[in-house]
């Protein structure tokens, strides 16, 4: 990749951007030595994006309408982890955790829910994450 690629790119550090120069001296042929510069770019390490974890409570008409499923179907697609429940008192509970962009998403699509719910009121509480795995559907807390 040459510099001026890279500068496309937004990468203005050419040390940053291919690692740092190493001066090798390497025959050519008949013997004549011949200064070369190669670069040894850093292995990238993957972006990690902040993570958040949303707390929403859900009422209205949000039982019996496969909101806990759908739920679950969505924050998969989005690539979201946590957890939901139906509440004893009728309302659903939620966990949202991931980037925020696509939190933000899951919350925005619990003020809609499926087609047949009709969402009355989200509750939404900022919580630390926890670093959950995968997305549950859980059982219904006892009363």
């Not at 120069?21 to 190669?38: E, H």
């Not at 949303?54 to 982890?81: E, L, M, P, W, Y």
């Not at 809609?112 to 009355?120: D, I, M, R």
């Not at 670093?131 to 219904?140: A, H, I, K, Q, Y």
Request: hydrophobic residues 40%.
């Amino acid at each position: 990749m040459t510099l001026p690629h890279l500068l496309a790119e937004g990468l203005d550090d050419p040390v940053q951007a291919l690692g740092r120069p190493r001066r090798t001296v390497r025959q050519a042929a008949g013997g004549t030595p011949v200064a070369a510069v190669s670069y040894s770019r850093p292995a990238r390490c993957p972006t990690v994006l902040p993570m958040v974890r949303k707390h929403v409570i859900v009422s209205g008409r949000v039982q019996g309408v496969f909101f806990r499923d759908t739920c679950r179907q969505n924050a998969v697609a989005q690539g979201v982890t946590g957890w939901v429940r139906n509440l004893p008192g009728g309302d659903v509970e939620a966990v949202f955790e991931g980037p925020e962009d696509r939190v933000t998403r899951m919350v925005d699509w619990a003020h809609q829910g499926p087609p047949a719910s009709a969402v009355t009121e989200v509750e939404v509480r900022d919580e630390e994450p926890e670093r959950l795995s995968g997305f549950e559907v859980l059982p219904t807390p006892r009363a």
